[in-house]
């Protein structure tokens, strides 16, 4: 209990990971860490085997299948906004109000659906 307020109850779900995924979490870490010069923690590539997520739902109501089917939809989706921010620069608007902001969101959002729709069309077609 720090400053007068109470402990955030937390529950720690784990999950191990393919030994496909675990080795590339491994040779990740591997590569990061050269790059860096610095030296790679044993105990990293022990964990790198597991999957694990720290959350402050009730344990009534959601069960570990759930909360993983939700994390890996929020993850498409993270991964979705990280390719709009580098492709489409949607970052970086260049705006100067709300409104004007809103409208140059909405452009780019609608741009990225239409390549997207545009390239699953391109690959279906792709010898």
Not at 12 to 38: H, Y
Not at 39 to 53: C, E, H, K, N, Y
Not at 75 to 97: D, M, Q, Y
Request: with cysteine; proline share 5%.
């Amino acid at each position: 209990m720090r400053g007068g307020r109470s402990a955030l109850p937390l529950r720690v779900l784990v999950q191990r990971k393919t030994p496909e995924a675990a080795q590339a979490t491994r040779q990740s870490l591997r590569r990061t860490a050269i790059r860096k010069g610095k030296q790679l923690d044993p105990r990293s590539l022990v964990t790198a085997g597991f999957m694990i997520l720290a959350m402050s739902l009730p344990r009534k109501g959601y069960t570990g299948q759930t909360i993983l089917a939700a994390y890996r939809l929020r993850w498409g989706i993270e991964l979705a906004f990280k390719r709009l921010k580098s492709l489409l620069h949607i970052n970086r608007l260049p705006t100067r109000t709300e409104r004007e902001s809103r409208s140059c969101l909405y452009a780019h959002l609608i741009l990225a659906l239409l390549c997207d729709d545009l390239s699953q069309d391109f690959l279906e077609s792709s010898p």
